[in-house]
């Protein structure tokens, strides 16, 4: 098989890649169910068919006859997110029984189901918002399955690069969306709107196909007791086969750590429940309430506000054709993405979001005071100047709480609850999408712009959360993580300098790496020394067996089903 690339020393298999790439397919059916509502709700046919609409309204006088009250547009566009509220609930155990790939499948078909019920009406708006309701639950499930996948399955090198694709994929589904659109916009008829929510079926297909091909979390499989299956899947993304990994130092250490992890928790813990997520023991409690507060802050920044109302926003702004400027943000939006990821591997987790929230409040309280101290439409560059804020707040989002927060849902939380403690943190995104899209036409018309300021003050929130509260979590393993949030000695502000131990710092990790890297290959019978996640010390020797300091053999070798 053999590796891609190397990292720090470590080999990155084209299966690492290739995963990063499948499973954000689940991001991509997020952003492009988010993105194509904007556009839907002023497209000709769509109001005819299921706006209120005044006496003799036809197609070509529909956008000047035809409008959705606010409860109308608020329901069409949230249901979606009572949808995903439930579906991130109904994640966890989804994906605990089932097993990370296999939830994916199952969920792509509910997605599917809430597109065809979408399609097939023509004059039943309450029928168009329960098919978004319906794939819904499908996307609020995918959105805690696939962050959570790539965490257990990524090499802890790229973890931060490759979970941070989901959010890329949300981008570029919002951006397909737009452009698909815009293309449809002028077709005669329901097939205008029909077409767009309609190629929404392909992704989920596409994911669906896809994960089979790929691992499963080795971290899912040793807490069933596959050990022998865990460690194939390890190999598979250090690009290795089957008897490449049984050999090989790197995967047998790694397995070695989530066993001792996972026996840990079992010998002094139990079986998890959902009130397991709420003890305080173990920093479980806390970490919970973090993850909650990130992904309702994430909702906070505002950036939805662009992303489902936009196009309306941008028409009220004066310009002429809202679905070009749309376009614009999208691209913006997607393009930055890029950086953004770069900027999480660089940089770490808690500089760029405290660094994002105060530039994006910034923009923000520069749109919302534009917007507020002249009336756009009367004044094009005041228009002007608040795309070019949205522009640059979008710019700051992109590259830092949109990848940050799902990068650190799928590292922050222990293996034992990470499912459960994932589908809460999703869960708290999804209530605010929903109470931000329902509620924001009402506020609008009550504060116009001002809107802004609102936003931007959570910005601020946002980033003094961060600064107080949340651990540095790159370039360690999960296992390390645990061990970091439960050291007394250790406080958010100084853990970008906490190492495990045996390490002096996380820059000795990457050196250690490189070093074993160089002596890959052993003479017979040597052995080399790890340390597990206890910070016990073991021996790993050629013929795949983990030796404790007494001597006993932990066996690695393949068993049968």
């Known amino acids: 098989m053999g590796a891609l690339f190397h990292v720090e020393g470590v080999p990155i298999g084209i299966t690492s890649v290739a995963l990063a790439l499948i499973a954000s397919m689940g991001g991509f059916i997020f952003g492009y169910d988010t993105g194509q509502i904007s556009d839907i709700l002023l497209m000709p046919d769509f109001l005819l068919r299921f706006a209120d609409c005044s006496s003799g309204a036809t197609l070509a006088t529909a956008t000047d006859t035809c409008s959705f009250t606010d409860v109308r547009s608020g329901l069409i566009v949230a249901l979606l997110s009572i949808g995903t509220l439930a579906g991130a609930l109904m994640g966890a155990p989804i994906a605990d ?56 399955t990524a090499p802890a090198q790229i973890r931060g690069s490759l979970t941070a694709t ?50 499963e979390s080795p971290r899912w499989l040793v807490f069933h007791d ?68 990130l992904q309702s802050l994430q909702q906070l920044t505002g950036a939805n506000y662009f992303f489902y109302y936009g196009a309306t926003v941008f028409q009220s702004v004066g310009i002429s054709d809202s ?45 919302a005071a534009a917007g507020t101290a002249k009336v756009p439409q009367d004044n094009p560059g005041i228009g002007k100047l608040m795309i070019v804020s949205a522009c640059l707040f979008i710019l ?54 001002r809107y802004g300021f609102v936003f931007a003050s959570c910005n601020l929130l946002g980033a003094a959360v961060v600064y107080l509260f949340l651990y540095e979590s790159s370039d360690l393993s999960l296992e390390a993580v645990d061990m970091m949030y439960n050291d007394p ?8 300098r906490w190492a495990p131990a045996g390490y002096s710092s996380r820059k000795d990790i990457e050196e250690q790496g490189k070093a074993a890297q160089a002596h890959k290959d052993f003479a017979p019978g040597e052995e080399s020394r790890v340390e597990n996640i206890n910070g016990v010390s073991e021996k790993t020797t050629n013929n795949g067996k983990i030796e404790g300091v007494n001597g006993a053999p932990y066996s690695m070798a393949p068993q049968a089903e």
């Open 97 to 152: 029984f089932l097993g990370r790939r296999y939830a994916m499948v199952v969920e792509c078909g509910v997605f599917i189901i809430g597109v065809i019920v979408q399609i097939t009406t023509t004059q039943t708006w309450q029928q168009f918002a329960v098919g978004r309701m319906i794939s819904g639950l499908g996307v609020g499930a995918l959105s805690a399955a696939v962050p959570m996948y790539q965490a257990e």
């Open 166 to 215: 989901y959010q890329l994929f949300i981008t570029f589904g919002i951006l397909i969306a737009y452009c698909i659109s815009i293309g449809t916009r002028g077709y005669d008829g329901p097939s205008s709107w029909q077409t767009v929510v309609g190629i929404g079926i392909a992704w989920p297909i596409i994911l669906s196909v896809g994960i089979l091909l790929m691992p």
């Open 226 to 293: 596959k050990p022998e299956l865990a460690l194939q899947s390890l190999g598979r993304v250090h690009g290795m086969t089957r008897e490449e990994a049984q050999k090989h130092p790197l995967p047998n250490k790694h397995l070695a750590e989530i066993q001792s992890n996972v026996d840990f928790e079992r010998q002094s813990i139990g079986r998890s429940g959902w009130i397991d997520c709420f003890r305080p023991q173990k920093k479980v409690l806390y970490r919970t309430l973090l993850g909650m507060s």
């Open 323 to 367: 679905f070009i400027t749309q376009i614009i943000l999208g691209a913006v939006n997607f393009g930055c993405t890029f950086g953004g990821i770069l900027i999480m591997e660089k940089f770490g987790r808690r500089g760029p979001l405290i660094i994002g929230g105060i530039w994006q409040s910034l923009w923000l309280f520069v749109f």
């Open 396 to 449: 700051g989002y992109a590259m830092t709480w949109a990848p940050g927060i799902w990068i650190l849902i799928g590292e922050t939380f222990p293996t034992r609850t990470r499912a459960k403690q994932a589908s809460l943190a999703t869960a708290s995104n999804w209530i605010w999408n929903f109470l931000l899209a329902f509620f924001t036409p009402f506020i609008i018309n009550a504060i116009d712009f």
């Open 489 to 496: 000695a250790c406080k958010p502000w100084t853990s970008g």
